[in-house]
């Protein structure tokens, strides 16, 4: 996936504006499903967000409930910022 630079920036605003830690990497070729949504039809912006774990590839995997609780939030001021600007 290759994240539209606009919609990036407005996570990156967010967490700043809220004071949620972010960090942000470049992608590495790997596709997800988001990558359908950029091709399919008009396409449309897409960026990724993700929780560092542990063992993703394993039947029980670790993630920290610190990360999890703070994307959750901010993932809430995200859709609140984009159903205020009506995207």
């Known amino acids: 996936i290759?994240?539209?630079?606009?919609?990036?920036?407005h996570v990156k605003e967010i967490?700043?504006?809220?004071?949620?830690?972010?960090?942000v990497e470049e992608p590495s070729?790997?596709?997800?499903?988001?990558?359908?949504?950029?091709?399919?039809?008009?396409?449309?912006?897409?960026?990724?967000?993700?929780?560092?774990?542990e063992y993703i590839h394993s039947p029980r995997s670790m993630i920290s409930r610190k990360d999890y609780n703070q994307l959750v939030r901010l993932l809430k001021m995200l859709f609140q910022s984009l159903y205020i600007?009506?995207?």
Not at 2 to 9: A, G, I, Q, R
Not at 16 to 23: A, C, T
Not at 31 to 40: I, S
């Open 2 to 9: 290759l994240s539209d630079k606009d919609l990036v920036n």
């Open 15 to 23: 967490a700043k504006w809220h004071d949620i830690p972010l960090q």
């Open 29 to 53: 070729g790997a596709t997800t499903d988001a990558t359908m949504t950029q091709v399919v039809g008009e396409g449309r912006a897409a960026a990724t967000l993700s929780i560092p774990s």
């Open 85 to 87: 600007k009506g995207l």
